[in-house]
């Protein structure tokens, strides 16, 4: 029961199932927090979809703001965890050698190919990222930096211990491009574009539902690049404050 005296009940019927109404309005926020974006969705948005009232989402959650940040860590933080997993596992692997360039882009993008599927077939995790990516200074954006920047960190590392010829900052943008082209690759894979698709005018594509096919080719897409010659000279590169 909550301060106003209504109670909620412990759970909600979804299908022939039951899930938790908390469960429930978490599950609805990631799917409209996808799609809608985290500063587009309103808490009547989900609780329309979750089957509750206005008040139910304040009674779990705390207010609006509370339930987009556990959502947002709901959709990114697996594949983010998986990643990190991976990448001790090849070091467990590989020991004090630097890792093999594909396994750590390996790590990097598989989980991101295989990350949560939306009821319509699209990834959360690219559909959330979209949209962070184009509110750059939203609220939003800057707790997910702050709360996954780690992991980009990890990466870095690696890439620059397997690749030192070379310089940080270089690698720094390797590993943004590494990401970036995967992302905007599996969104263009999304079932709601339909790009990929309709790029190739009739001569047919790849099932882009399968993931394996779909990684081999980002990754020989960002193997190609990432590997590359430097582009820069290291006296190019300014210290931060010069």
């Known amino acids: 029961m909550n301060n106003s005296g209504v109670a909620y009940p412990a759970a909600v019927a979804v299908g022939n199932s039951e899930l938790p109404a908390r469960d429930r309005i978490l599950a609805h926020a990631k799917e409209l927090i996808a799609r809608k974006g985290p500063v587009a969705t309103t808490v009547r948005d989900i609780s329309e979809v979750s089957g509750t009232d206005v008040a139910a989402v304040n009674y779990y959650f705390g207010s609006k703001d509370a339930l987009i940040r556990e959502a947002l860590v709901a959709v990114l933080e697996p594949p983010n965890k998986r990643r990190s997993d991976m990448l001790d596992m090849a070091r467990h692997v590989y020991g004090h050698m630097p890792l093999p360039l594909h396994v750590i882009l390996d790590a990097l993008l598989r989980p991101l190919v295989e990350s949560e599927r939306g009821a319509d077939g699209g990834r959360l995790f690219v559909r959330a990222e979209q949209h ?110 010069v």
């Open 132 to 241: 962070l990516r184009a509110v750059p200074d939203s609220e939003y954006t800057r707790f997910v930096a702050a709360h996954f920047d780690s992991y980009a960190q990890m990466f870095i590392d690696e890439i620059f211990r397997a690749l030192p010829h070379l310089t940080r900052p270089e690698i720094v943008w390797r590993y943004e491009f590494a990401r970036g082209a995967a992302l905007h690759l599996l969104a263009n894979c999304d079932p709601l574009s339909a790009k990929l698709s309709t790029l190739t005018d009739g001569h047919g594509m790849v099932d882009l539902d399968d993931d394996e096919l779909v990684l081999k080719e980002i990754l020989a897409n960002v193997m190609a690049g990432i590997a590359s010659p430097p582009a820069w000279r290291p006296e190019q590169i300014r210290k931060a404050g």
